[in-house]
């Protein structure tokens, strides 16, 4: 079937609006983000389809924050919703996946908030669903580093892979927040990632930003330390990753955008108390890692964390208010207007 006569969006579950806290190791519940009030029994079978749907979703294949989406159909979430879906994989660039999805290449796809942001307020025509987790970023020094504090970085040089990266992105963030202009205080260069390291160690830089399993290899070997992430303090509430969708899906088959958001919010909270069984069965596909990486990578990340509703859009309007101040997103743009003006509540 295509994405055409769909049941009606009444047929839906209307989400509470707040933002899930799962515990990492807690019980998995399908459909905890539902209102109290809608029977377990009911809650899946309000959002299954009717008939098959065929979905295209991008995705990045070796990002191990994305391998409960990519195993996702091994445990059944997408023909749970009667989803068959057909992940594309456009590699490490998630600029090309959110083009992807703009184009119709792709019906669907995950990515970082923070690189999504200031593309989507140059008019790409794709809509947020939902945060699907939490963690991803880190910022390390040297074992033995003075600089121990965001505040002892200020007249220091940071290592990055990109300066309009994520990772770059969030610690000028923090930086602005401990008092430090990311612009005037600190230098960033761009490094390839495989010689981030190498200038650390040779104290060229004082300290290295990225993602996953990049700076959890570089911890595991004892020579470095985890200086700041977006795990602790206020971040950690926080989605990193979100899942969007193409404007004409959002408009014209909401019921089929509904029914992937929850299939891909199942799966992440599945992740969050089943890394083993996620890691085992992201071997398959995954490509120089192996299952004991991506346990330990998923354990440190919060899978149990979505957001939707009002409690998405506040926090899209947080990072677009904390981007403004480190000079990525337009001054004259509105966070809360920008937020409400890029989600979609599919299931309304």
Same mark, same amino acid.
């Given at each position: 079937?295509?994405?055409?006569?769909?049941?009606?969006? /009444?047929?839906?579950?209307? =989400?509470?609006?707040?933002?899930?806290?799962?515990?990492?190791?807690?019980?998995?519940?399908?459909?905890?983000?539902? *209102?109290?009030?809608?029977?377990?029994?009911?809650?899946? =079978?309000?959002? /299954?389809?009717?008939?098959?749907?065929?979905?295209?979703?991008?995705?990045?294949?070796?990002?191990?924050?994305?391998?409960?989406?990519?195993?996702?159909?091994?445990?059944?979430?997408?023909?749970?919703?009667?989803?068959?879906?057909?992940?594309?994989?456009?590699?490490?660039?998630?600029?090309?996946?959110?083009?992807?999805?703009?184009?119709?290449?792709?019906?669907?796809?995950?990515?970082?908030?923070? /690189?999504?942001?200031?593309?989507?307020?140059?008019?790409?025509?794709?809509?947020?669903?939902?945060?699907? *987790?939490?963690?991803?970023?880190?910022?390390?020094?040297?074992?033995?580093?003075?600089?121990?504090?965001?505040?002892?970085?200020?007249?220091?040089?940071?290592?990055?892979?990109?300066?309009?990266?994520?990772?770059?992105?969030?610690?000028?963030?923090?930086?602005?927040?401990?008092?430090?202009?990311?612009?005037?205080?600190?230098?960033?260069?761009?490094?390839?990632?495989?010689?981030?390291?190498?200038?650390?160690?040779?104290?060229?830089?004082?300290?290295?930003?990225?993602?996953?399993?990049?700076?959890?290899?570089?911890?595991?070997?004892?020579?470095?330390?985890?200086?700041?992430?977006?795990?602790?303090?206020?971040?950690?509430? =926080?989605?990193?990753?979100?899942?969007?969708?193409?404007?004409?899906?959002? /408009?014209?088959?909401?019921?089929?955008?509904?029914?992937?958001?929850?299939?891909?919010?199942?799966?992440?909270?599945?992740?969050?108390?089943?890394?083993?069984?996620?890691?085992?069965?992201?071997?398959? *596909?995954?490509?120089?890692?192996?299952?004991?990486?991506?346990?330990?990578?998923? *354990?440190?990340?919060?899978?149990?964390?979505?957001?939707?509703?009002?409690?998405?859009?506040?926090?899209?309007?947080?990072?677009?208010?904390?981007?403004? =101040?480190?000079?990525?997103?337009?001054?004259?743009?509105?966070?809360?207007?920008?937020?409400?003006?890029?989600?979609?509540?599919?299931?309304?």
């Amino acid at each position: 079937m295509s994405l055409t006569s769909l049941f009606s969006r /009444r047929q839906f579950l209307r =989400l509470s609006g707040g933002a899930l806290a799962l515990p990492a190791l807690g019980g998995f519940s399908p459909a905890l983000w539902a *209102h109290d009030h809608v029977p377990p029994s009911s809650q899946n =079978l309000a959002l /299954r389809l009717p008939e098959p749907v065929k979905i295209k979703l991008a995705v990045n294949k070796s990002a191990v924050c994305l391998a409960p989406v990519t195993v996702a159909e091994q445990q059944k979430f997408f023909s749970k919703y009667n989803l068959d879906v057909e992940l594309v994989n456009f590699g490490n660039s998630t600029d090309v996946l959110l083009e992807a999805i703009a184009t119709g290449k792709a019906d669907a796809g995950v990515g970082m908030a923070l /690189r999504w942001l200031k593309a989507l307020e140059q008019g790409f025509d794709v809509k947020l669903t939902a945060g699907t *987790h939490g963690g991803c970023l880190n910022l390390l020094t040297a074992k033995q580093s003075p600089f121990t504090q965001l505040e002892k970085l200020k007249g220091q040089t940071i290592g990055v892979t990109d300066m309009a990266g994520p990772d770059k992105n969030f610690f000028a963030i923090l930086l602005k927040r401990h008092g430090i202009d990311p612009i005037a205080d600190v230098q960033w260069k761009v490094y390839p990632a495989d010689l981030l390291s190498v200038a650390l160690d040779k104290q060229e830089i004082a300290a290295i930003s990225g993602s996953e399993p990049f700076s959890y290899r570089l911890l595991e070997t004892g020579k470095y330390q985890l200086l700041a992430s977006n795990m602790t303090g206020e971040y950690a509430n =926080l989605s990193c990753c979100v899942l969007g969708v193409s404007g004409s899906l959002a /408009r014209d088959h909401k019921p089929a955008a509904a029914a992937l958001t929850q299939a891909i919010l199942e799966a992440h909270s599945y992740a969050a108390q089943h890394p083993e069984s996620v890691a085992d069965a992201f071997m398959a *596909h995954a490509l120089n890692t192996n299952v004991a990486e991506v346990q330990g990578i998923l *354990h440190g990340q919060g899978h149990g964390h979505h957001a939707v509703g009002e409690a998405f859009v506040n926090e899209i309007a947080q990072y677009v208010t904390d981007l403004k =101040l480190v000079q990525v997103i337009k001054p004259t743009t509105d966070p809360h207007q920008f937020a409400e003006s890029i989600y979609v509540d599919v299931f309304s």
